[in-house]
């Protein structure tokens, strides 16, 4: 499939501004990949699908992961917002065919990350942080930093999400944690 119809799948299912973060979310991840490798058709892919699932009812999401015996039930614990990715992979499989285990992966992590993250992984997690569309405290050492190391941007990604999350009280999904640890202790070696 090539991106283009991989827009024109999404675009139905997204307010025009999240298809708009869509399209910046593609572009930065293909500035990634020319700059760290990677199957640029894959990174398209993932990018382009990543929030499919963002504006589709909070309670048809959790219909989804009832549904299905491969996602992880203590999903349903935490904050709606974690549900999209894994149901947007789920979706991208059944309903257009897109088989690729790392594409699917870099679709269902992207929000929480995880640990022993792919780089497909990783160029989606972060551009979807970094896209120019984005705005918050950090946000421009997050670009700057991820223009110099791809695991470093991912690391202060999460330790930012983390941190603001803590000062929200609100709580943190066991995956983000570990993704951050994951990348911690690589990041000493
Ligand atoms: O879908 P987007 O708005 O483009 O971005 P996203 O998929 O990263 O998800 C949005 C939010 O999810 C992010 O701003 C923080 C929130 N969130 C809530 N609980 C957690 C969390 N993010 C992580 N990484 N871990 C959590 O436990
Ligand atoms: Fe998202
Ligand atoms: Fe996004």
Known sequence: ???????????????????EH???????????????????????????????AKNRPADLLKRWILREPLLPRDLLEFHHELWHGPV??????????????DILNAIRYHTTGR?????????????????PGRKFPGIEEAREITEKDLDLGCH???KNTIQFL??????IYPATFYAYNDL????KR
Request: aromatic share 8%; hydrophobic share 45%; glycine share 4%.
């Open 1 to 19: 499939m090539d991106v283009n119809k991989a827009f024109e799948i999404v675009q139905p299912f997204l307010k025009p501004e999240r298809f």
């Open 22 to 52: 869509t399209k910046r979310v593609v572009e930065t991840a293909v500035k990634l990949s020319q700059k760290y490798g990677g199957d640029q058709n894959k990174v398209e892919l993932a990018a382009a699908f990543h929030d499919i």
């Open 88 to 101: 947007g992979a789920l979706m991208v499989r059944q309903d257009y065919g897109i088989e690729d285990p």
């Open 115 to 131: 640990p022993a993250m792919t780089k497909l992984e990783k160029i989606v997690f972060i551009a979807d942080y970094i896209e």
């Open 156 to 158: 202060v990604a999460l």
């Open 166 to 171: 803590m000062k929200q009280r609100q709580p």
């Open 184 to 187: 911690t202790q690589k990041l």
